[in-house]
């Protein structure tokens, strides 16, 4: 594997620099304040490429590899881990299953509007009472003629509510049978298929998370990617590589959350010197650093594993486990090395500190990380 930055990387970061510091950083409070998810920024993301990433450019995208996209969500979050967020979810979920599952027909109609972000996708995998276990999910599609009628619902669904197109995963067969589920191309509007409550959240609050309601929807044959009891299988793929793009968040926001405290500790005088010259500050920049550039490393190494193709569940989840633990890590002694004024919103380290949390929860907790690492490193 080769370390250094490639001209598209660098490109990249360049890009997201400038578009952060004019259309992200000057609002993101404000919408971090009062839960806006910020839809026209997304759609100036995807005139730049970046909702589209990994998407061939026949289909509208950048064609870039998962190293770029990797490097996309670092910068990204770096400033604002809402915006990374649903940048890595439209990305991962919703467009990336389309792109590995769905047939030809499916992939020229979607990934054309995904990739440009003239629409942006949701993913709905998640319910209520099943979220680590959902072998055990109770929205149903009941085969009827050439439709499937589903009923129930998803949460935590990122862009349930702004999103024009959902990939949604339901049950065909029987509940816990890993071929009982199939996997369904929806879009806003379909009768029977609505938004539901919006979640009042600790972090990430920019990037919007509501419900997924389905009542008597029909949706039609064609609307399924794979065959009947596909989707379980391939929801575990599209989250294997997901889990790199939540490691990449993590390490953004830990970036993020590091440069900030680096600045205060050189800024901040205390008994007539800079406190980075205490040992106390200096040593927890040292830790700071150094599992930062862990975590990088290790989501760079499943990233390209997922680039030649190769197997990569146990390495997205190494990268997904250690990173979103670095990510909280590092935020908590972030907010410490600003003492008091860590505590206030008038400084950078509150932010990434609520960010962060999400890290160790979304697409699978590190509880079940360690489960799947456990899987795989004892067949």
């Given at each position: 594997?080769?370390?250094?930055?490639?001209?598209?990387?660098?490109?990249?970061?360049?890009?997201?620099?400038?578009?952060?510091?004019?259309?992200?950083?000057?609002?993101?409070?404000?919408?971090?304040?009062?839960?806006?998810?910020?839809?026209?920024?997304?759609?100036?993301?995807?005139?730049?490429?970046?909702?589209?990433?990994?998407?061939?450019?026949?289909?509208?995208?950048?064609?870039?590899?998962?190293?770029?996209?990797?490097?996309?969500?670092?910068?990204?979050?770096?400033?604002?881990?809402?915006?990374?967020?649903?940048?890595?979810?439209?990305?991962?979920?919703?467009?990336?299953?389309?792109?590995?599952?769905?047939?030809?027909?499916?992939?020229?109609?979607?990934?054309?509007?995904?990739?440009?972000?003239?629409?942006?996708?949701?993913?709905?995998?998640?319910?209520?009472?099943?979220?680590?276990?959902?072998?055990?999910?109770?929205?149903?599609?009941?085969?009827?003629?050439?439709?499937?009628?589903?009923?129930?619902?998803?949460?935590?669904?990122?862009?349930?509510?702004?999103?024009?197109?959902?990939?949604?995963?339901?049950?065909?067969?029987?509940?816990?049978?890993?071929?009982?589920?199939?996997?369904f191309i929806i879009e806003k509007g379909t009768k029977g298929f609505n938004?539901?409550?919006?979640?009042?959240?600790?972090?990430?609050?920019?990037?919007?998370?509501?419900?997924?309601?389905?009542?008597?929807?029909?949706?039609?044959?064609?609307?399924?990617m794979g065959k009947e009891g596909d989707g379980f299988v391939q929801a575990?793929?599209?989250?294997?590589?997901?889990?790199?793009?939540?490691?990449?968040?993590?390490?953004?926001?830990?970036?993020?959350?590091?440069?900030?405290?680096?600045?205060?500790?050189?800024?901040?005088?205390?008994?007539?010197?800079?406190?980075?010259?205490?040992?106390?500050?200096?040593?927890?920049?040292?830790?700071?650093?150094?599992?930062?550039?862990?975590?990088?490393?290790?989501?760079?190494?499943?990233?390209?594993?997922?680039?030649?193709?190769?197997?990569?569940?146990?390495?997205?989840?190494?990268?997904?486990?250690?990173?979103?633990?670095?990510?909280?890590?590092?935020?908590?002694?972030?907010?410490?090395?600003?003492?008091?004024?860590?505590?206030?919103?008038?400084?950078?380290?509150?932010?990434?500190?609520?960010?962060?949390?999400?890290?160790?929860?979304?697409?699978?907790?590190?509880?079940?990380?360690?489960?799947?690492?456990?899987?795989?490193?004892?067949?």
């Amino acid at each position: 594997m080769d370390f250094s930055i490639n001209e598209n990387q660098q490109m990249i970061a360049d890009m997201i620099k400038k578009f952060g510091n004019d259309h992200i950083r000057p609002k993101m409070m404000e919408w971090d304040e009062n839960q806006i998810f910020p839809i026209e920024v997304f759609k100036k993301l995807g005139e730049l490429g970046l909702m589209g990433v990994v998407v061939p450019t026949e289909y509208g995208g950048s064609g870039f590899s998962y190293t770029e996209y990797v490097t996309a969500i670092v910068e990204l979050s770096k400033i604002c881990g809402s915006i990374g967020l649903s940048m890595a979810a439209h990305n991962s979920l919703c467009t990336g299953h389309i792109l590995a599952f769905g047939n030809e027909e499916q992939k020229k109609k979607y990934l054309p509007k995904l990739a440009t972000a003239e629409w942006i996708g949701a993913w709905g995998l998640t319910e209520t009472g099943t979220g680590s276990d959902s072998g055990g999910m109770n929205t149903t599609a009941k085969k009827e003629g050439d439709y499937y009628v589903l009923n129930g619902s998803k949460n935590f669904i990122t862009h349930a509510i702004s999103g024009q197109v959902a990939v949604v995963i339901a049950r065909t067969g029987e509940k816990g049978d890993s071929h009982g589920m199939s996997s369904f191309i929806i879009e806003k509007g379909t009768k029977g298929f609505n938004s539901g409550k919006k979640e009042n959240k600790l972090g990430m609050r920019a990037s919007e998370t509501a419900e997924l309601i389905f009542d008597n929807c029909r949706v039609h044959k064609d609307h399924m990617m794979g065959k009947e009891g596909d989707g379980f299988v391939q929801a575990m793929k599209v989250l294997d590589g997901g889990r790199i793009s939540i490691a990449a968040l993590s390490v953004g926001i830990a970036k993020g959350a590091f440069d900030a405290a680096v600045k205060y500790s050189k800024e901040r005088e205390q008994f007539g010197k800079p406190i980075s010259q205490f040992q106390g500050i200096g040593f927890k920049l040292a830790t700071m650093a150094t599992e930062i550039e862990a975590a990088e490393l290790l989501t760079f190494s499943a990233a390209d594993r997922k680039n030649k193709g190769l197997k990569m569940t146990k390495e997205g989840a190494f990268a997904k486990y250690y990173a979103s633990e670095v990510a909280v890590r590092t935020a908590t002694e972030g907010v410490q090395i600003f003492g008091g004024y860590g505590y206030t919103k008038d400084f950078p380290a509150e932010k990434y500190y609520r960010d962060s949390k999400l890290c160790t929860i979304g697409e699978g907790t590190s509880e079940i990380q360690k489960m799947v690492i456990s899987r795989e490193i004892l067949k």
